[in-house]
C-alpha cells in the first residue's frame, strides 16, 4: 500500500493521467485483495471462536462467577420453554451487524 502511495504522489505531479488511471486501478486491485482477505480472516476467527470453548467449561465459569457475586443463576435465568421459537439470525444480518460494528471502529 505505501508504494501506490508513493506511486501516487508521484503521478500527481508528473498530472499524467495514465499513470494515475495504472496507480488507481493497482490501489483498487490491492484493496480487494485485502478486503477479501480480511473476510476470509474474519470468518475463520469468528467460526474458530465460537466452538472453542467446551459448554461445561463455560457453565462451571458461569457458575464461578455467580457464586462469588452471589448472584443465584435459577432465579435470573430461566430454561427455554419447548415449542417456543427464538429469532434466528441469517447470514445477511450477521454480515451488516459486523459491517456497522467495523464502521464503528473505523470511527
Not at 47 to 76: F, N
Amino acid at each position: 500500500m505505501a508504494g501506490v502511495v508513493r506511486g501516487m504522489e508521484g503521478a500527481m505531479r508528473a498530472m499524467d493521467l495514465e499513470k494515475i488511471s495504472a496507480v488507481m486501478d493497482k490501489f483498487e486491485t490491492q484493496f480487494e485483495d485485502l478486503d477479501v482477505a480480511t473476510g476470509y480472516y474474519e470468518n475463520a476467527t469468528s467460526s474458530a471462536t465460537a466452538v472453542a470453548a467446551p459448554q461445561d467449561d463455560v457453565d462451571r465459569l458461569i457458575h464461578l462467577v455467580a457464586d462469588e457475586a452471589g448472584v443465584e443463576l435459577q432465579a435470573e435465568m430461566k430454561t427455554p420453554e419447548k415449542g417456543i421459537m427464538t429469532k434466528s439470525v441469517t447470514e445477511e444480518e450477521r454480515e451488516e451487524g459486523l459491517g456497522e460494528r467495523l464502521r464503528a471502529l473505523r470511527n
